[in-house]
């Protein structure tokens, strides 16, 4: 394996991790015959439903777009004079932007999708 691959593979590995580290990180931890606390509404409307299944596309196609745009700038960087491998760049970094506008699309669909439905 070449060097710049281990460490591209190195650094997409720690990107990954990182957020996970600070989350673990948190300060008010709960402690023995402590109440977990629960960020559940008691009651789940269509409102609710909708807005968490779109939320939950928008971060999940963030992340993957995220890497494969990582993914595509390898390509097309380490292609050199290959004209096969910037072609395959080209073409992951164009679905990686794709994806980037459908996740900011996601976000303004739910909140057309509850407008629709009338409710407020």
């Known amino acids: 394996m070449k060097k710049s691959s281990l460490l591209l593979l190195l650094a997409v590995c720690f990107m990954?991790?990182?957020?996970?580290?600070?989350?673990?990180?948190?300060?008010?931890?709960?402690?023995?015959?402590?109440t977990i606390p629960t960020n559940i509404p008691e009651t789940i409307t269509i409102e609710t439903a909708?807005?968490?299944?779109?939320?939950?596309a928008f971060w999940l196609l963030l992340m993957a777009s995220a890497l494969f745009f990582l993914l595509g700038a390898y390509y097309f960087l380490m292609g050199g004079q290959d004209e096969?491998?910037?072609?395959?760049?080209?073409?992951?970094?164009?679905?990686?932007?794709?994806?980037?506008?459908?996740?900011i699309l996601s976000r303004g669909i739910s909140e057309f999708v509850i407008r629709i439905m009338g409710v407020s």
């Not at 909708?50 to 939950?56: D, K, L, N, Q």
């Not at 096969?84 to 996740?103: E, M, P, Q, Y």
């Open 16 to 34: 990954v991790a990182l957020p996970f580290v600070a989350l673990g990180e948190g300060g008010s931890g709960v402690g023995l015959g402590e």
């Open 50 to 56: 909708i807005s968490s299944v779109f939320t939950g």
């Open 84 to 103: 096969d491998s910037v072609k395959k760049g080209r073409s992951v970094l164009t679905f990686a932007i794709i994806a980037i506008v459908l996740a």
